[in-house]
T-cell receptor
């Protein structure tokens, strides 16, 4: 099956700093999503981005499908950005299963 | 992003109990999913329902029994669980199982087996 690797595994930032999270995947995919899981366990959709670039406020994401990676940019980080960021991919010929990476645990300090 | 509703939020049960987790969505989605998440790990797929039929069972033990009574509802019946089954159980839905559309997750049920 597809392998999904996220880096870095852990990240500590000072409030106001910028960061880039990376997701590499081992095969072509039909669907890629970025999620934020907050400390209460809520898994929040950030982006649905199988290719191209999208922006939502301080967050943006880029997927380069031909090179099998996606990047999540967080600018001017806030303490509420803390939590785990997951990248997840789907291939329709594998039953459409959403396969998660191991996540990046982000801690933003005031 | 809480258009998928899960109840209860928390559940504590003994190993001899029978309980059920419930999930509901009203987005007209025809694919629904159960995921299990242990602490410090990513969610892992358990079951997929497509048009109310079980499509994928990821070799889940029979003490977990899914049910999809209609296109809006998904249940997970629990019986004779083990302490290692304690986890966050997440429900999700999407337009269809194999189609260009994102999965939407509920807030989860945090299950503790004593």
């Amino acid at each position: 099956g597809i392998q999904v690797e996220q880096s870095p595994p852990d990240l500590i930032l000072q409030e106001g700093a910028n960061s880039t999270l990376r997701c590499n995947f081992s095969d072509s995919v039909n669907n890629l999503q970025w999620f934020h899981q907050n400390p209460w366990g809520q898994l929040i959709n950030l982006f649905y981005i199988p290719s191209g670039t999208k922006q939502n406020g301080r967050l943006s994401a880029t997927t380069v499908a031909t090179e099998r990676y996606s990047l999540l940019y967080i600018s001017s980080s806030q303490t509420t950005d803390s939590g785990v960021y997951f990248c997840a991919v789907r291939r329709y010929n594998q039953g459409g299963k959403l396969i998660f990476g191991q996540g990046t645990e982000l801690s933003v300090k005031p | 992003d809480t258009e998928v509703t899960q109840t209860p939020k928390h559940l504590v049960m003994g190993m001899t109990n029978k309980k059920s987790l419930k999930c509901e969505q009203h987005m007209g989605h025809r694919a629904m999913y159960w995921y299990k998440q242990k602490a410090k790990k990513p969610p892992e797929l358990m079951f997929v329902y497509s048009y109310e039929k079980l499509s994928i069972n990821e070799s889940v033990p029979s003490r977990f029994s899914p049910e999809c009574p209609n296109s809006s509802l998904l249940n997970l019946h629990l019986h004779a669980l083990q302490p290692e089954d304690s986890a966050l159980y997440l429900c999700a839905s999407s337009q269809q199982q194999s189609r260009d559309s994102p999965l939407h997750f509920g807030n989860g049920t945090r299950l503790t087996v004593t």
